[in-house]
């Protein structure tokens, strides 16, 4: 299980968890979004259940407004 708390940007974010999908490849089960804002900032909390793989397929994700 992945879980991973970004304040900010949402590009950020895509970029980290595509990041992470390149290398490691997961096959994902699950995937959970929140977003938060407080004051003059937004905190996404992600929550990815997921199962390692050998495969090499490409995984993007991308944030839901």
Excluded: C, R
Excluded at 10 to 26: H, R
Excluded at 39 to 49: A, F, G, R
């Amino acid at each position: 299980m992945l879980i991973k708390i970004f304040q900010g940007d949402y590009n950020k974010v895509q970029k980290d968890i595509n990041t992470w999908a390149d290398v490691y490849k997961p096959q994902i089960v699950d995937f959970k979004q929140s977003m938060l804002a407080v004051e003059h900032n937004v905190l996404i909390l992600i929550t990815i259940l997921y199962e390692t793989t050998g495969e090499s397929k490409k995984v993007q994700y991308k944030i839901e407004k």
